[in-house]
């Protein structure tokens, strides 16, 4: 009879057994794959065996998947019968191809995928011979090397061999530091074969730009090639760089270093012209647009008059014989009697509002004045205040330009009505329009110009001194 610690005894043996046995059935020998179970089959038609057999392995995007149960030859070539793995998802639409591991055989097939999309192989499915391929016959290409090898002359080989030596005696360490670097390298290149397929994949675009912009690329060359040129040409200015440069740099440190105390204040403030900047961008461009033009207008100004006798010739310019025509503005500003005299040399307090010129847009006074302001953000409308250009709201003017009307804010400062012109009375015809102005071109080389009344005057000592003249006897032709 048995004791209980024997019984005990033969089941824990019994239990490791059968942990043992299963792990070894369904681990190493995969029983259920011998069965069939969680494997589907696969066929593929070759036009020739090319040294495939049965148990051979099946790889997808470089992994085992199965492995070749059979091969069977047909009329029309060899059917390799495959037994996949049915855990991995396979595209249908894909490639078969032999390859051979080494010179002397163990060929496997390798399924390439042309698309992750579409269906997916099923049991039963038939890759068809137009997408499979086999190696070539490794007997023709071992021919083909043993021929190479006879070509070759006895004497040279032994050369070969000498030079050989010669060149790489002594670099056992290097060359396997080479080596064993490459096998890593290739260790790593398979363990990330999807990025580096989807690398190639996505090279194409980048290739055919650069086939596109074949010709901006030699140009680039051709200016590097001459940058490389001048580089040479200057090569000892280039050299004097590298000398100097150090000392250039160390000054410019002490630079920064000086003005590290005021350089944050300086970039602050210029963070708010900067914003400024950004406003008046436009009007800013126009002027780096008009500057040159008004530049070289005022320089050909100086043309006629370049062969003047003077020491100090001036531009050729007119001079206006009337005087006060456009008047000044003084509607928008203080009445007369608020106006300080010219001997106060204080500096009173301005008073509450705008002041500024509120006459008609369209006046012929002071035309660029704070009312003619162009509004940046409002093209096409102008306006003396950034409140009146963001809004709704119009420039509306205190008088036609001839009077002057109520104070800044536009209410009245003891003044019941407008102020008319001199001349007119409430209810009466408005003034005639002011005479035109005349204007006498002046030859400082002669001294003669044409007077308004059609009679040519010469004054040659007009333009050399003013010395002992009025401003009446300069304005008035000589008697």
């Excluded at 060359?175 to 397929?197: F, T, W, Y």
């Excluded at 004097?240 to 300086?266: C, Q």
């Excluded at 307090?349 to 004045?369: H, M, S, T």
């Amino acid at each position: 009879m048995l004791t209980k610690r024997i019984k005990i005894q033969l089941a824990l043996f019994a239990t490791v057994a059968t942990v043992a046995g299963a792990i070894m059935a369904f681990g190493y020998i995969r029983v259920p794959a011998m069965l069939g179970i969680g494997r589907y089959t696969v066929t593929v038609q070759l036009p020739e065996a090319a040294g495939l057999y049965a148990s051979g392995n099946v790889t997808y995007r470089g992994t085992k998947v199965g492995r070749v149960t059979d091969v069977v030859v047909t009329d029309t070539g060899v059917d390799a019968v495959l037994s996949l793995n049915s855990d991995i998802r396979i595209p249908a639409d894909l490639d078969a191809e032999v390859h051979s591991t080494s010179a002397i055989g163990e060929q496997y097939v390798a399924l390439l995928p042309r698309t992750d999309e579409g269906p997916e192989l099923k049991d039963g499915d038939v890759i068809p011979m137009d997408r499979t391929s086999v190696p070539p016959p490794i007997g023709g290409l071992l021919d083909a090397a043993n021929r190479g090898v006879e070509a070759i002359p006895q004497e040279n080989v032994k050369t070969v061999i000498d030079e050989s030596y010669t060149a790489i005696g002594g670099l056992g360490p290097e060359l396997s530091r080479i080596v064993q670097g490459s096998l890593e390298l290739s260790k790593d290149a398979r363990e990330n074969l999807d990025p580096m397929l989807a690398l190639i994949d996505g090279s194409l675009p980048l290739l055919e730009s650069q086939a596109v912009s074949a010709d901006a690329i030699k140009r680039w060359a051709a200016n590097f090639s001459n940058i490389s040129r001048q580089v040479k040409s200057e090569n000892a200015s280039l050299a004097g760089l590298l000398k100097d440069g150090s000392a250039a740099a160390e000054e410019a440190r002490e630079l920064i270093d000086r003005i590290n105390p005021t350089l944050p204040v300086l970039l602050a403030n210029l963070v708010s012209i900067n914003e400024v900047a950004l406003v008046y961008q436009p009007a800013i461009e126009q002027i780096l647009v008009l500057e040159p033009q008004i530049v070289a207008s005022m320089q050909a100004a100086l043309v006629p008059n370049k062969d003047n006798p003077r020491p100090f010739p001036g531009i050729y310019v007119n001079f206006n014989l009337n005087l006060n025509y456009p008047p000044p503005c003084t509607t928008g500003f203080l009445p007369a009697r608020q106006l300080s005299t010219p001997d106060v040399v204080d500096v009173p307090d301005a008073p509450e509002g705008y002041l500024y010129c509120r006459i008609p847009q369209d006046a012929p006074n002071v035309v660029r004045g704070t009312r003619n302001l162009p509004c940046l953000s409002r093209p096409g409308k102008r306006a003396p205040t950034v409140k009146m250009c963001e809004s709704d709201e119009e420039y509306v003017p205190l008088n036609d330009g001839n009077n002057w009307k109520g104070d800044p804010n536009a209410t009245l400062t003891g003044q019941d009505i407008p102020q008319l012109p001199p001349g007119q009375s409430a209810g009466s015809e408005p003034a005639a329009a002011p005479p035109p102005v005349a204007v006498a071109e002046y030859d400082p080389a002669t001294g003669s110009y044409l007077a308004p009344d059609g009679k040519v005057y010469t004054q040659t000592d007009l333009a050399r001194t003013t010395e002992g003249k009025t401003w009446q006897s300069m304005l008035l032709p000589p008697s």
